[in-house]
């Protein structure tokens, strides 16, 4: 990595610091912007973007492609960064993303490998439906 790319920035620090304390959902760039606001961390949203390309990159961070007419969200991969092993769901309502490191997904893939000749890539995967909190809510 280049000494240009390798510097650390107060907002940096607070764009992971916020992913940190949303790592258990997908969350947007208009959200980090809002949040950082809050702390009175100002940032050019490109700079925002570029970093979180940077971490996507890097393997730090995952983006979830947002539906058509929704907006990507952004969530730490986490210690192991294997999202690219397993699917994901996330909440219709509040966002979260649950990552499905079930054992089922060796039988998935065993399956996709055998019977149709694909590997799996799940980096990008996301199966859509309501968590717990938000069903109760909804009753």
């Not at 947007?28 to 606001?37: A, S």
């Not at 699917?87 to 998935?108: D, P, T, Y």
């Amino acid at each position: 990595m280049s000494k240009k790319n390798s510097y650390t920035t107060k907002g940096r620090t607070e764009i992971l610091s916020i992913l940190e304390e949303n790592k258990d959902r997908g969350i947007t760039v208009q959200e980090i912007r809002d949040l950082m606001e809050q702390e009175e961390c100002l940032v050019n949203p490109t700079t925002v973007y570029r970093y979180l390309d940077k971490l996507c990159a890097d393997g730090t961070v995952v983006k979830h492609i947002a539906a058509k007419g929704k907006k990507a969200m952004f969530q730490l991969a986490g210690t192991k960064q294997t999202c690219h092993t397993h699917l994901h769901i996330q909440c219709k309502q509040c966002g979260r993303v649950a990552h499905l490191e079930c054992s089922f997904m060796k039988e998935i893939e065993d399956h996709f490998l055998k019977h149709h000749g694909y590997t799996l890539d799940c980096s990008d995967s996301i199966i859509h439906g309501l968590c717990e909190q938000c069903r109760s809510v909804i009753g």
